[in-house]
């Protein structure tokens, strides 16, 4: 029984595997099976049934985001499928190891979605600096279009679909789905306001569905093995596997597919390889940079959206980064908030006019001129740029390493005032 | 209706709109940057939040941006939490923190919506102590200055020049705090309506570079309510004054005509006031010299003039009253029009169809309701471009049904515009060039006039047949003809635009169009928008007798018929050919002008009165729809100059003479109404055209003396040259300058009016003159057009430009700047068979008038489009066709340089 369906063809030392190779290992089943008979619906509905939740960051789930496209005569006929490819969420490598290890799976992920809401047109929007993945992808999408497996009528079904690969012109923000669009578009990565949803008005104002490229990677083994299977894969709540990645200053830094909740500990320990000799464990983000601190009294928590939630933080894209005892807490959370103050899109105020002071007073920290008022407007700003106060999530999202660092950090934030200077640093 | 709780109170609220809105509507406070009433909302300025409860349990709450939350019943929410009221200073502290504090040397102090948001959000000690951001500045051309440093960056400028006045050339730049707004390269601002950023953007981005050359603050400046007298839709303007002088024009706000925007002409044109050119003294000239008239024997010479052998010359740019005034000194008879025959003749039919209830003259509001226009040869932005603006609103009216079929609300300005991205409602275009409308335009198709007219009657014909068609040149636009019809005869509200720019046949079939609609509809009127090309054209047309053309007066003076003549206002070489003027000057015995600045036929007068200016006397015009409005006012003339009609008319009253004319003259009985009431004003107190803060009152004299003097009484209107009396509190309509408590900027508006985006409080949008009546009029017939063109013959168009066409702005030092030189336009085609390039002068055969060739790839092959330029070339001079040649010498003083065409052949393509 295949076990790690995301990344049984993945072998990092050989290219990835061509159409007939991945064929020849029960790739592009699931399209035969809808080629048999499987309408829309029944695939929306086993894609509910098997519980997927959105593998980006946020954890929608899946089947429910798809539901909200209108479908039927009166809905507009051209509908689009978009491939959040553009993966540059701190710490995060894992839809990079998808693409360039296994390309068909996406695509045939694709195929699937595009042909669940009828998007006859589907996007890959691609981080720029990917230039691996996008040569094997277009390489792939060749194969496939050769294959009949996209482009007029696939399989005798009647359902046409291309896709059209774009590679980014930068910038973090391309990642929320409606900058995504936007960018898409050709028009500056500003998020758009929701609702609309793009499911009901998204690129160029038609319905459109964004998944994340390991959300879509998962939908080929639910389609071939059956739900049953794929309900199998767990150890938690949450199904399916998941890939999980540990970066920082551990043994063996990488990124593993791994059944969704496990415990923490196991990751780090059998996969990561634990801490490097010398270091101790001081705290991790687990879901990547926009994630609350986790401290190791977490270690045993299970990796899942819920129980990861329970301790005031978030699996997000599963992939951690860590941070030890000789690395300076408050340095680690000055270099995220440079990276969010710069990659703030400059739309809604607090974001685009907070973020770079939170910056600035983290560069005063490191010059140790870091004051008591300066920790106050810190602490301030946690709630000012929180949840529901900005137009999208990325200041948010930045509030998260920032609001927790301050808290579980704070003797290290009062030292650097006390002492004007970083004791980290020799 | 809706009903929402807002602190404790319940309202009701109109559900459609937003909570913001809905507070404003209610007369509430409640900070905000980025949404503009007319712009909708956007949420990027997170100035508005407010807090939201679930139901009357929810004790928690939680923030929303008003501005982005629907006004929906039950909606309960608090201005006044205190957790709102710290985020909402949160917020203005983030704003501020680069903004440079330089409010006393800031052009926007005083009347900044930041400086007032600012304060209304608690926002009064500085914690950010870190290095600002700062910004570059760059050249926008000689209407608007730049100073980035003072951005907060609320997106307005570019929401409302890209998105909203369809300019292309200011965008945002960069991100996060280094968002910059601006042009890519430093240049002149194109868009014919820049000139609004000064008062959408909330602090001094943008500011008026015209008034900063005379700077003064707003609370320093005199001000009323003032009419633009710029072209004949009549926008409401607000002038301000100091020292005599005119500093500038702001919008004033009228529902029904201009809304909150102006154009760039009405803005920056209104130098010609202080120039120093302008006639100020009463002069008789005997034998070459010039002598100053007293008084009496002022008196005198009118007495002379007041004869049945005078003939008075009304004018299509001054007052009804002025017009009216000289009718009664000559006698209706001896009363003529002030416009070339041509366009009177055009004019005639303009007003005749007035009265047909086949049409309705629509509003520049209702123009924005239509949802599929025709525009007929008129070339609207150059025209009325007030109404250019309004057409791009129209063709959003697609978006706003496709917004509603998937329930999001229109003023979600993003998401509708995401929704509907280019789908339009249909906009056509059929004219002799391409235009500047034609970015939004469903269809297009330009060729020459008489096949343009061929065209209007088609289409005509193919909404109904009882309509007569007519023979074009070529069938190849069969198709998209009957498309238009077809689009017209869907729409709800459709709308046909023409006007007298081109000889009256355009608007005869523009008419037959909106007759067949009205026919297949039987409906009430169709909108016909005819264009008119002045601001009381349509005033003096309806004072003058329909047979008393312009070539009329002049040959009844060459027969010597009549002996003396008036002049009102006029330059009759631009209304004539020179050689009938100067034959009609030469025979006529005395010849009295009245005008404000000097023109050949002031040159040729025995008696030149000087005019007041618009902004120094009360006036009604009669706007291109039939609006009567009020213009007041705003300050004295300090030289000899005095209101036309006071020249004419030594004793009478203005409102005694505005109820003369109203029940003397036909078609004026509602004139009056535009008066204001006596009893609106509080213990018979006028309305201060000064504000209650308005410095140097004791001081502004003192270099000619020190004491005070004795304040300026006006006992011509309800309003008085002083800060004393009591600001119009009841009749709205007074309002020269909106000012409320906390709200010193031009957003204070909405607490004057009956909601955001309403009728002034009791007030009224000006008074429609046009009587209907209850039949609807015969079809016209299409013209038969038996000339053709010979070899080398050029059908003839006359073009227009915004900057130049109108004879007064033409001659304000910042118009002028964006002013070209008289122009021929010509396809390539044409050019090279007459082995011309680019900027070459040329000159047009049969007349000593050379111009320089404009060779655009949107015009018509065998067709020529002439711009006459500020008065250097005559209109009148030329008729159907004309030839142009190579002239050996070449000329060009302004040059092409600031033609803003989007067909313009590229010079090195074309030699």
Same mark, same amino acid.
């Given at each position: 029984?295949?076990?790690?369906?995301?990344?049984?063809?993945?072998?990092?030392?050989?290219?990835?595997?061509?159409?007939?190779?991945?064929?020849?290992?029960?790739?592009?089943?699931?399209?035969?099976?809808?080629?048999?008979?499987?309408?829309?619906?029944?695939?929306?509905?086993?894609?509910?049934?098997?519980?997927?939740?959105?593998?980006?960051?946020?954890?929608?789930?899946?089947?429910?985001?798809?539901?909200?496209?209108?479908?039927?005569?009166?809905?507009?006929?051209?509908?689009?499928?978009?491939?959040?490819?553009?993966?540059?969420?701190?710490?995060?490598?894992?839809?990079?190891?998808?693409?360039?290890?296994?390309?068909?799976?996406?695509?045939?992920?694709?195929?699937?979605?595009?042909?669940?809401?009828?998007?006859?047109?589907?996007?890959?929007?691609?981080?720029?600096?990917?230039?691996?993945?996008?040569?094997?992808?277009?390489?792939?999408?060749?194969?496939?279009?050769?294959?009949?497996?996209?482009?007029?009528?696939?399989?005798?079904?009647?359902?046409?679909?291309?896709?059209?690969?774009?590679?980014?012109?930068?910038?973090?923000?391309?990642?929320?789905?409606?900058?995504?669009?936007?960018?898409?578009?050709?028009?500056?990565?500003?998020?758009?306001?929701?609702?609309?949803?793009?499911?009901?008005?998204?690129?160029?104002?038609?319905?459109?569905?964004?998944?994340?490229?390991?959300?879509?990677?998962?939908?080929?083994?639910?389609?071939?093995?059956?739900?049953?299977?794929?309900?199998?894969?767990?150890?938690?709540?949450?199904?399916?596997?998941?890939?999980?990645?540990?970066?920082?200053?551990?043994?063996?830094?990488?990124?593993?597919?791994?059944?969704?909740?496990?415990?923490?500990?196991?990751?780090?320990?059998?996969?990561?390889?634990?801490?490097?000799?010398?270091?101790?464990?001081?705290?991790?983000?687990?879901?990547?940079?926009?994630?609350?601190?986790?401290?190791?009294?977490?270690?045993?928590?299970?990796?899942?959206?819920?129980?990861?939630?329970?301790?005031?933080?978030?699996?997000?894209?599963?992939?951690?980064?860590?941070?030890?005892?000789?690395?300076?807490?408050?340095?680690?959370?000055?270099?995220?908030?440079?990276?969010?103050?710069?990659?703030?899109?400059?739309?809604?105020?607090?974001?685009?006019?907070?973020?770079?002071?939170?910056?600035?007073?983290?560069?005063?920290?490191?010059?140790?001129?870091?004051?008591?008022?300066?920790?106050?407007?810190?602490?301030?700003?946690?709630?000012?740029?929180?949840?529901?106060?900005?137009?999208?999530?990325?200041?948010?999202?930045?509030?998260?390493?920032?609001?927790?660092?301050?808290?579980?950090?704070?003797?290290?934030?009062?030292?650097?005032?006390?002492?004007?200077?970083?004791?980290?640093?020799? | 209706?809706?009903?929402?709780?807002?602190?404790?109170?319940?309202?009701?609220?109109?559900?459609?709109?937003?909570?913001?809105?809905?507070?404003?509507?209610?007369?509430?406070?409640?900070?905000?940057?980025?949404?503009?009433?007319?712009?909708?909302?956007?949420?990027?300025?997170?100035?508005?939040?407010?807090?939201?409860?679930?139901?009357?349990?929810?004790?928690?709450?939680?923030?929303?941006?008003?501005?982005?939350?629907?006004?929906?019943?039950?909606?309960?929410?608090?201005?006044?939490?205190?957790?709102?009221?710290?985020?909402?200073?949160?917020?203005?502290?983030?704003?501020?923190?680069?903004?440079?504090?330089?409010?006393?040397?800031?052009?926007?102090?005083?009347?900044?919506?930041?400086?007032?948001?600012?304060?209304?959000?608690?926002?009064?000690?500085?914690?950010?102590?870190?290095?600002?951001?700062?910004?570059?500045?760059?050249?926008?051309?000689?209407?608007?200055?730049?100073?980035?440093?003072?951005?907060?960056?609320?997106?307005?400028?570019?929401?409302?020049?890209?998105?909203?006045?369809?300019?292309?050339?200011?965008?945002?730049?960069?991100?996060?705090?280094?968002?910059?707004?601006?042009?890519?390269?430093?240049?002149?601002?194109?868009?014919?309506?820049?000139?609004?950023?000064?008062?959408?953007?909330?602090?001094?981005?943008?500011?008026?570079?015209?008034?900063?050359?005379?700077?003064?603050?707003?609370?320093?400046?005199?001000?009323?309510?003032?009419?633009?007298?710029?072209?004949?839709?009549?926008?409401?303007?607000?002038?301000?004054?100091?020292?005599?002088?005119?500093?500038?024009?702001?919008?004033?706000?009228?529902?029904?005509?201009?809304?909150?925007?102006?154009?760039?002409?009405?803005?920056?044109?209104?130098?010609?006031?202080?120039?120093?050119?302008?006639?100020?003294?009463?002069?008789?000239?005997?034998?070459?010299?010039?002598?100053?008239?007293?008084?009496?024997?002022?008196?005198?010479?009118?007495?002379?003039?007041?004869?049945?052998?005078?003939?008075?010359?009304?004018?299509?740019?001054?007052?009804?009253?002025?017009?009216?005034?000289?009718?009664?000194?000559?006698?209706?008879?001896?009363?003529?029009?002030?416009?070339?025959?041509?366009?009177?003749?055009?004019?005639?039919?303009?007003?005749?169809?007035?009265?047909?209830?086949?049409?309705?003259?629509?509003?520049?509001?209702?123009?924005?309701?239509?949802? $599929?226009?025709?525009?007929? =040869?008129?070339?609207?932005?150059?025209? *009325?471009?007030? +109404? #250019?603006? @309004? /057409?791009?609103?129209?063709?959003?009216?697609?978006?706003?049904?496709?917004?509603?079929?998937?329930?999001?609300?229109?003023?979600?300005?993003?998401?509708?515009?995401?929704?509907?991205?280019?789908?339009?409602?249909?906009?056509?275009?059929?004219?002799?060039?391409?235009?500047?409308?034609?970015?939004?335009?469903?269809?297009?198709?330009?060729?020459?006039?008489?096949?343009?007219?061929?065209?209007?009657?088609?289409?005509?014909?193919?909404?109904?047949?009882?309509?007569?068609?007519?023979?074009?040149?070529?069938?190849?636009?069969?198709?998209?003809?009957?498309?238009?019809?077809?689009?017209?005869?869907?729409?709800?509200?459709?709308?046909?635009? $023409?006007?007298?720019?081109? =000889?009256?046949?355009?608007?005869?079939? *523009?008419?037959? +169009? #909106?007759? @067949? /609609?009205?026919?297949?509809?039987?409906?009430?009127?169709?909108?016909?928008?005819?264009?008119?090309?002045?601001?009381?054209?349509?005033?003096?047309?309806?004072?003058?007798?329909?047979?008393?053309?312009?070539?009329?007066?002049?040959?009844?003076?060459?027969?010597?018929?009549?002996?003396?003549?008036?002049?009102?206002?006029?330059?009759?070489?631009?209304?004539?050919?020179?050689?009938?003027?100067?034959?009609?000057?030469?025979?006529?015995?005395?010849?009295?002008?009245?005008?404000?600045?000097?023109?050949?036929?002031?040159?040729?007068?025995?008696?030149?009165?000087?005019?007041?200016?618009?902004?120094?006397?009360?006036?009604?015009?009669?706007?291109?729809?039939?609006?009567?409005?009020?213009?007041?006012?705003?300050?004295?003339?300090?030289?000899?100059?005095?209101?036309?009609?006071?020249?004419?008319?030594?004793?009478?009253?203005?409102?005694?003479?505005?109820?003369?004319?109203?029940?003397?003259?036909?078609?004026?009985?509602?004139?009056?109404?535009?008066?204001?009431?006596?009893?609106?004003?509080?213990?018979?107190?006028?309305?201060?055209?000064?504000?209650?803060?308005?410095?140097?009152?004791?001081?502004?004299?003192?270099?000619?003396?020190?004491?005070?003097?004795?304040?300026?009484?006006?006992?011509?209107?309800?309003?008085?040259?002083?800060?004393?009396?009591?600001?119009?509190?009841?009749?709205?309509?007074?309002?020269?300058?909106?000012?409320?408590?906390?709200?010193?900027?031009?957003?204070?508006?909405?607490?004057?009016?009956?909601?955001?985006?309403?009728?002034?409080?009791?007030?009224?949008?000006?008074?429609?003159?046009?009587?209907?009546?209850?039949?609807?009029?015969?079809?016209?017939?299409?013209?038969?057009?038996?000339?053709?063109?010979?070899?080398?013959?050029?059908?003839?168009?006359?073009?227009?430009?915004?900057?130049?066409?109108?004879?007064?702005?033409?001659?304000?030092?910042?118009?002028?700047?964006?002013?070209?030189?008289?122009?021929?336009?010509?396809?390539?085609?044409?050019?090279?068979?007459?082995?011309?390039?680019?900027?070459?002068?040329?000159?047009?055969?049969?007349?000593?008038?050379?111009?320089?060739?404009?060779?655009?790839?949107?015009?018509?092959?065998?067709?020529?489009?002439?711009?006459?330029?500020?008065?250097?070339?005559?209109?009148?001079?030329?008729?159907?066709?004309?030839?142009?040649?190579?002239?050996?010498?070449?000329?060009?003083?302004?040059?092409?340089?600031?033609?803003?065409?989007?067909?313009?052949?590229?010079?090195?393509?074309?030699?």
């Amino acid at each position: 029984m295949v076990t790690k369906p995301l990344t049984k063809n993945i072998d990092m030392s050989r290219p990835p595997l061509d159409i007939a190779a991945y064929e020849a290992n029960e790739g592009y089943r699931s399209l035969h099976a809808i080629a048999k008979g499987l309408n829309p619906e029944d695939v929306l509905q086993l894609v509910k049934d098997s519980g997927l939740k959105g593998r980006g960051g946020a954890g929608f789930p899946t089947g429910l985001k798809w539901s909200f496209v209108p479908m039927g005569e009166n809905s507009p006929t051209q509908k689009y499928l978009v491939v959040n490819a553009d993966e540059m969420e701190p710490g995060t490598f894992k839809d990079r190891l998808l693409m360039e290890g296994d390309p068909h799976l996406l695509i045939e992920g694709m195929i699937i979605a595009a042909y669940t809401i009828q998007a006859s047109k589907a996007y890959i929007f691609l981080r720029g600096e990917y230039t691996v993945s996008e040569q094997v992808l277009r390489k792939a999408i060749k194969q496939a279009k050769e294959k009949g497996y996209l482009g007029k009528n696939i399989l005798g079904t009647g359902f046409d679909l291309d896709i059209i690969m774009h590679t980014s012109a930068g910038r973090y923000i391309c990642g929320e789905e409606t900058a995504l669009l936007n960018a898409l578009e050709g028009k500056r990565a500003n998020p758009r306001a929701k609702p609309p949803f793009p499911q009901v008005s998204g690129l160029w104002g038609k319905p459109t569905i964004v998944n994340n490229v390991e959300t879509i990677c998962n939908l080929p083994g639910i389609l071939s093995y059956g739900v049953d299977w794929y309900h199998g894969l767990t150890n938690g709540n949450d199904h399916g596997t998941k890939l999980f990645g540990v970066s920082g200053k551990v043994k063996t830094p990488g990124c593993w597919e791994l059944p969704l909740g496990l415990p923490i500990r196991e990751l780090l320990e059998n996969y990561a390889g634990g801490m490097q000799d010398g270091l101790e464990l001081r705290g991790f983000l687990p879901g990547g940079g926009s994630t609350d601190f986790m401290l190791p009294e977490h270690l045993d928590i299970t990796l899942d959206y819920d129980e990861i939630a329970k301790v005031g933080s978030r699996l997000a894209t599963g992939t951690m980064i860590i941070l030890d005892d000789k690395t300076c807490p408050v340095g680690m959370v000055g270099n995220l908030m440079k990276f969010f103050a710069h990659e703030s899109c400059g739309f809604c105020t607090p974001c685009r006019d907070g973020l770079p002071w939170v910056d600035e007073i983290f560069r005063e920290f490191e010059g140790g001129r870091g004051t008591e008022k300066d920790l106050q407007v810190l602490h301030d700003h946690v709630t000012y740029l929180g949840p529901g106060r900005t137009f999208c999530a990325l200041a948010p999202g930045a509030t998260a390493p920032l609001g927790s660092g301050l808290k579980h950090f704070k003797e290290d934030f009062d030292r650097h005032v006390k002492d004007q200077r970083c004791s980290y640093k020799h | 209706m809706a009903k929402i709780v807002i602190d404790g109170v319940t309202y009701e609220v109109n559900p459609n709109n937003n909570l913001l809105q809905e507070c404003l509507s209610q007369g509430l406070d409640l900070p905000y940057f980025c949404w503009h009433p007319c712009m909708g909302s956007v949420g990027a300025c997170r100035q508005c939040a407010v807090k939201q409860y679930r139901d009357e349990d929810d004790k928690d709450g939680m923030l929303v941006m008003a501005c982005m939350t629907p006004a929906s019943d039950g909606t309960i929410i608090s201005i006044e939490d205190e957790g709102a009221k710290s985020f909402r200073s949160e917020v203005i502290e983030s704003l501020m923190i680069s903004h440079p504090h330089d409010c006393p040397v800031c052009e926007e102090g005083g009347e900044c919506h930041l400086q007032d948001m600012t304060q209304m959000s608690g926002h009064n000690y500085r914690r950010y102590d870190k290095k600002k951001v700062t910004h570059r500045n760059q050249y926008l051309g000689p209407f608007i200055s730049h100073e980035m440093n003072r951005c907060i960056a609320c997106y307005r400028c570019v929401r409302y020049y890209d998105n909203y006045a369809g300019g292309t050339d200011l965008s945002v730049q960069a991100s996060h705090h280094h968002v910059y707004f601006g042009r890519h390269e430093e240049g002149t601002l194109e868009s014919e309506f820049s000139g609004n950023l000064v008062e959408v953007c909330p602090t001094g981005v943008f500011t008026d570079k015209v008034f900063s050359e005379h700077y003064s603050r707003k609370w320093d400046l005199q001000t009323a309510p003032s009419v633009c007298v710029g072209c004949s839709v009549g926008c409401n303007t607000a002038p301000g004054e100091r020292y005599g002088s005119l500093r500038r024009i702001v919008n004033r706000y009228n529902s029904e005509v201009n809304g909150y925007f102006l154009c760039d002409r009405g803005r920056f044109g209104f130098d010609f006031v202080n120039s120093e050119e302008r006639l100020l003294e009463p002069i008789q000239r005997k034998q070459g010299k010039a002598e100053l008239l007293t008084a009496a024997q002022i008196e005198v010479s009118i007495q002379q003039f007041s004869s049945a052998e005078t003939i008075g010359i009304g004018s299509p740019r001054a007052s009804n009253e002025s017009n009216f005034a000289l009718r009664c000194l000559v006698g209706d008879d001896n009363f003529y029009a002030g416009c070339s025959d041509a366009e009177y003749e055009s004019l005639g039919v303009i007003l005749a169809l007035a009265a047909d209830a086949a049409f309705h003259s629509p509003s520049v509001r209702e123009i924005e309701q239509a949802d $599929a226009v025709l525009i007929l =040869g008129e070339d609207v932005t150059n025209i *009325a471009p007030r +109404i #250019a603006l @309004a /057409l791009r609103q129209s063709v959003r009216n697609k978006a706003k049904e496709l917004a509603d079929e998937n329930r999001i609300p229109q003023w979600q300005d993003a998401a509708v515009r995401e929704l509907a991205q280019h789908e339009r409602s249909p906009l056509s275009i059929l004219s002799p060039a391409v235009s500047r409308l034609d970015d939004v335009a469903s269809e297009r198709i330009i060729d020459s006039l008489p096949n343009l007219i061929a065209f209007g009657h088609q289409i005509a014909n193919k909404i109904s047949d009882s309509a007569a068609t007519a023979v074009s040149a070529s069938s190849e636009h069969d198709d998209t003809l009957a498309l238009i019809a077809q689009q017209l005869l869907r729409a709800k509200r459709p709308l046909i635009i $023409a006007g007298n720019s081109n =000889g009256g046949e355009l608007i005869k079939a *523009a008419a037959n +169009i #909106a007759k @067949a /609609l009205q026919e297949k509809n039987d409906d009430a009127g169709i909108d016909l928008c005819l264009l008119v090309p002045e601001v009381n054209s349509l005033g003096m047309g309806m004072l003058v007798d329909p047979a008393n053309k312009l070539g009329a007066a002049l040959a009844r003076l060459q027969d010597g018929d009549a002996k003396r003549l008036i002049v009102l206002e006029n330059d009759l070489y631009r209304r004539a050919t020179a050689t009938e003027v100067d034959a009609a000057l030469e025979k006529a015995e005395q010849i009295l002008v009245l005008d404000q600045l000097p023109t050949r036929t002031t040159a040729k007068a025995d008696i030149v009165l000087p005019a007041t200016a618009f902004s120094e006397h009360e006036a009604t015009y009669i706007n291109y729809e039939g609006r009567a409005q009020l213009s007041f006012q705003v300050n004295k003339c300090q030289k000899m100059a005095k209101p036309s009609w006071r020249w004419l008319n030594a004793a009478e009253h203005i409102d005694d003479l505005v109820q003369r004319c109203c029940n003397e003259a036909k078609g004026f009985t509602k004139l009056s109404e535009v008066l204001p009431a006596d009893n609106q004003f509080v213990a018979g107190m006028k309305v201060p055209r000064q504000s209650h803060r308005y410095s140097g009152r004791t001081a502004m004299i003192a270099n000619i003396n020190v004491h005070e003097p004795k304040q300026m009484v006006d006992d011509e209107s309800i309003m008085s040259f002083s800060m004393e009396g009591v600001p119009s509190q009841k009749d709205s309509t007074i309002l020269a300058s909106s000012w409320a408590p906390k709200w010193n900027s031009n957003q204070s508006i909405s607490k004057f009016q009956d909601e955001v985006n309403g009728e002034l409080k009791q007030g009224h949008t000006g008074i429609l003159m046009f009587e209907k009546s209850t039949s609807v009029g015969a079809y016209f017939e299409p013209p038969v057009n038996s000339l053709t063109a010979a070899e080398k013959q050029l059908h003839l168009a006359f073009g227009f430009q915004i900057f130049g066409s109108d004879e007064l702005s033409a001659r304000c030092k910042p118009i002028q700047a964006r002013m070209t030189d008289a122009y021929v336009g010509i396809s390539p085609e044409d050019a090279q068979s007459r082995n011309l390039v680019q900027g070459d002068t040329v000159t047009i055969s049969g007349t000593d008038s050379n111009v320089t060739v404009c060779i655009r790839t949107g015009i018509k092959t065998g067709t020529a489009l002439l711009y006459c330029g500020e008065g250097s070339l005559n209109p009148a001079e030329f008729s159907e066709f004309i030839e142009i040649e190579k002239c050996e010498k070449q000329s060009a003083s302004l040059g092409m340089r600031n033609l803003i065409l989007s067909d313009l052949q590229d010079e090195d393509k074309s030699s």
